[in-house]
């Protein structure tokens, strides 16, 4: 259960787009579709922005928008804005009824 | 408004036992799995255990797997996660989390507000 691998960082001017990485194995992120992302705020709980890969909760700004090819899942988020800095996790099924995490990624809105 | 609820953290010694519990309202508890998930100070998430609705099946984090176990009371809308042989390593901010749709590996919302553990003499 090796944790998924995340920039530590990435940061972007309001308005732009950015991009947040996420890389696994055969045995978790490209071996199924239950990629999930959470954006956490400082001393907040986390909060589920999409799921199955590309899935948007109801009330997650499509803004916010997941994808994946091979072993790499992405959340990419649109017209930044001041209040999506935030620490964002992936997670993904890793086979035998087990999840791993990402180790996080900080978003600096510049 | 689906709410849940944390209670149970505190101090304790290397070796020993906690009990957290996690009350939910405003949804039908029995119907959705349930999640344990960890945060130590200034690190990441990392999934700790999960049940499915019924209670009937349970599933673990190797970290923890035989050290823990978490259980669920239908009856009570209650979920709980007994932790025994705690080490220094199991010290952080422990959050339960409902399965945001029916099937437990598909995302994980709402989460409560968590409860601190501290594991240290």
């Known amino acids: 259960q090796s944790a998924l691998t995340q920039p530590r960082s990435v940061s972007g001017s309001p308005g732009q787009s950015v991009t947040i990485s996420c890389t696994g194995t055969t045995s978790d992120v490209g071996g199924y579709n239950y990629v999930s992302w959470y954006q956490q705020h400082p001393g907040k709980a986390p909060k589920l922005m999409i799921f199955d890969v590309s899935k948007r909760p109801s009330g997650v700004p499509d803004r916010f928008s997941g994808s994946k090819s091979g072993n790499t899942a992405s959340l990419s988020i649109s017209g930044l804005r001041a209040e999506d800095e935030a620490d964002f996790y992936c997670?993904?099924?890793?086979?035998?009824?087990?999840?791993?995490f990402g180790g996080g990624t900080k978003l600096t809105v510049l | 408004e689906v709410q849940l609820l944390e209670s149970g953290g505190g101090l304790v010694q290397p070796g020993g036992s906690l009990r957290l519990s996690c009350a939910a309202s405003?949804?039908?508890?029995?119907?959705?799995?349930m999640s344990w998930v960890r945060q130590a100070p200034g690190k990441g998430l990392e999934w700790v255990s999960g049940i499915t609705g019924s209670g009937v099946s349970t599933y673990y984090a190797d970290s923890v797997r035989g050290r823990f176990t978490i259980s669920r009371d239908n009856s009570k809308n209650t979920l709980y996660l007994q932790m025994n042989s705690l080490r220094a390593g199991d010290t952080a901010i422990y959050y339960c989390?409902?399965?945001?749709?029916?099937?437990?590996?598909?995302?994980?919302?709402?989460w409560g507000q968590g409860t601190l553990v501290t594991v240290s003499s």
């Open positions: 989390a409902r399965t945001y749709t029916t099937i437990i590996w598909d995302g994980f919302d709402p």
């Open positions: 405003g949804f039908t508890y029995s119907s959705y799995a």
């Open positions: 997670s993904s099924y890793a086979g035998s009824y087990t999840l791993v």
